[in-house]
């Protein structure tokens, strides 16, 4: 018999979080379980400071909810065993792992450590999947909006396929990676991958590995493409084929990134939306 602390997002999947995370009462019938509503613990470090090291922790989301335990703990020094339960929409931090489609709890312990870092705006957040501004952030920030006025969700693609056509402006940027500069024209995407997908099961960073011993982030710039030809591209970015076409798609990897685009973009961090962004700078995690 074990012990379980439940955390879930009573918002996640379109507000049945609470009721999806009950499922869990069934499969661990067995063991002694207790419930908490993540929204309204206050304080979630003095929170975990208080669970026995031997217990353990099941997170009920997305990659949203998973963003903000990551950003309220120091998962570094936390002893406890963290699994992840999926009751959310947004699942590319478990499709990384293969385990998107698992109806069980899975084991995530290991990939909380050494995260890498952003800082926008003065604050500094971490990061599980990515962090990009550009239309991938226009697509965030547009189905937030959506989920504000409409109450629904809204599909990435066809968003994405709304920014390329009329409603997203490509920026210039410069990228800097480890200390070399580069200049883009017309860069309608720039994420930083952690993990290998964003925007719900696009495979930006198909060569990308979360756990590689030197810590590495990939820097994905698509630049200078019409956007006829990147709407016909956009299709292969599942399969990560689209990194075959290097006049248009530039795959760096780094330990320190800066980002500096013309004029203000909206960006997302793992899917949280920061509006009106000119600059951001990421580090990953010391080597040890």
């Known amino acids: 018999m074990e012990n379980y602390h439940i955390l879930y997002n009573p918002y996640a999947n379109g507000g049945k979080g609470k009721e999806k995370a009950k499922e869990l ?53 936390t002893e406890n065993e963290i699994y992840c339960y999926c009751t959310g929409s947004g699942n590319d ?12 709890p899975v084991r995530i312990t290991k990939y ?94 198909p060569g990308q590995d979360r756990l590689n011993e030197k810590h590495t982030v990939s820097v994905v710039a698509m630049y200078n493409v019409s956007k006829i030809r990147a709407l016909c591209i956009l299709p292969s970015m599942f399969k990560g084929k689209h990194v075959k076409h290097t006049d248009i798609i530039d795959v760096t990897e780094g330990r320190e990134i800066t980002i500096i685009y013309d004029r203000p973009a909206p960006m997302q961090i793992d899917g949280e939306t920061i509006p009106d962004v000119i600059r951001c700078d990421i580090k990953s995690a010391p080597i040890k």
């Open 93 to 104: 931090f478990l499709r990384d792992l293969g385990a998107e489609d698992s109806t069980m």
């Open 112 to 205: 909380l450590k050494n995260l890498p870092e952003v800082t926008v705006k003065g604050k500094t957040y971490k990061f599980l999947n990515n962090a990009s501004f550009g239309l991938d952030g226009y697509c965030c920030e547009e189905a937030d909006r959506q989920r504000r006025e409409k109450g629904k969700s809204s599909n990435y693609a066809l968003l994405a396929i709304k920014g390329l056509l009329y409603a997203y402006k490509p920026r210039n940027a410069t990228i800097i990676v480890d200390g070399v500069k580069k200049e883009y024209k017309k860069v309608w995407l720039a994420p930083t991958m952690n993990g290998r997908f964003f925007g719900g099961g696009l495979m930006s960073a």
């Open 25 to 77: 009462s069934r499969m661990l019938e067995r063991n002694i379980i207790a419930y908490h509503d993540m929204t309204k613990i206050e304080d979630m470090q003095d929170f975990i400071n208080s669970i026995d090291k031997d217990e353990s922790i099941i997170i009920c989301g997305g990659d949203g909810t998973l963003n903000r335990f990551v950003n309220r703990v120091d998962t570094d020094k």
